[in-house]
Nanobody, 129 residues
Framework: QVQLVESGGGLVQAGGSLRLSCVVSGRTFSSYAMGWFRQAPGKEREFVAAINRSGGGTYYADSVKGRFYISRDNAKNTVYLQMNSLKPEDTAVYYC??????????????????????WGQGTQVTVSS
């Protein structure tokens, strides 16, 4: 059974940076397309970024393009989300998700992607103005 554990969230001032990590255990990490999603209080979950199995293809929500960068280290079973130029509207709980069936492109197409094997527990990111 695959498990995902996020870390790296916290409180940061607007304009600052954070790097989130998601460690995957239980299955072969390189067989998973990975994605990051977020949910702010009172709002629907939204897609943030996704990366394909080799790391050669990435997808981003328009709201984070040019500020956030997703990457993966298959040797460390970890996917990262580097978040720069943070804004108060980036405040949310951030979740990572992995799929052994869907492509990263498919994961990027919905805030509730099908065929997700597992979700992490979430990590809080708070951006103060």
């Amino acid at each position: 059974q695959v498990q995902l554990v996020e870390s790296g969230g916290g409180l940061v001032q607007a304009g600052g940076s954070l790097r989130l990590s998601c460690v995957v255990s239980g299955r072969t990490f390189s067989s998973y397309a990975m994605g990051w999603f977020r949910q702010a209080p009172g709002k629907e979950r939204e897609f943030v970024a996704a990366i394909n199995r080799s790391g050669g293809g990435t997808y981003y929500a328009d709201s984070v393009k040019g500020r956030f960068y997703i990457s993966r280290d298959n040797a460390k079973n970890t996917v990262y989300l580097q978040m720069n130029s943070l804004k108060p509207e980036d405040t949310a709980v951030y979740y990572c998700a992995g799929s052994s069936v869907s492509s990263a492109r498919t994961m990027a197409g919905s805030p509730y992607p099908q065929d997700v094997d597992a979700w992490g527990q979430g990590t809080q990111v708070t951006v103060s103005s």
